[in-house]
C-alpha cells in the first residue's frame, strides 16, 4: 500500500502492512519493507517502512517509462495479456476508445482486468523491458522477498518464546 485505507491493529490477532503508509506498534503489528535495495523484505516492528517516492525501481535501465497508465478516466480494456511481447508504439488497452500505447519493448507483466473504471493517470499495468528473458509466470524476485518478510514476522510473532 502507499497508504493506509483504514487498516487497524485490531483487525485481526496479526496484522502486517507491505510498505509505506503503515506504522508499526502504532496502525499494525510488523511492517514489510517493499522499495527495492538492500532493505526489501526486512521485518519492521517499530516505526515505517521507507516514504514512497512516486518512482518505480529501475529495471533494466527504465523506471517510469515501464508504467502503463490510464490515458482518459473511463472503463480500461485491454487489448494485451500478461506474457505477451510488445513493441513501443503498440497499443495494448483502451480506456473509451483512446488508446494506451507502450512507451517501449518488453514483456506485459501486470495489467487490470477488463471492464474496470479508472481515472487519467491511474497506473494500469507495467512492462518488462527484460522480454523473453524473465518468466512472468513464476514469483519475482521482489514478490520472494517480501513475502520471507512476511513468513518472518508470522514466525516471530506467533513462536516468540
Known sequence: AKKNTGTARNDAELVIGLGPG??????????????RGHDLGKVIYEGSAIPDTKVP??????????????????????????GDLVKAGDTVATVEETPLQAEIDGMVRGMLYPNLAVRRGMKVGDI???GKSVDCHTISDKARAVGGGVLEAILHCFFRR
Not at 503503515?22 to 522499495?35: L, N, P, Q, R, W
Not at 525501481?57 to 500478461?82: H, M, T
Request: aromatic share 6%; proline share 7%; charged share 30%.
Open 22 to 35: 503503515f506504522s508499526a506498534g502504532k496502525d499494525v503489528d510488523a511492517v514489510i519493507e517493499t522499495m
Open 57 to 82: 525501481g529501475e529495471v533494466a535501465g527504465y523506471s517510469r517509462d515501464r508504467l502503463l497508465r490510464a490515458p482518459a478516466n473511463g472503463v480500461f480494456k485491454p487489448l494485451k495479456n500478461i
Open 128 to 130: 518488462d523491458p527484460r
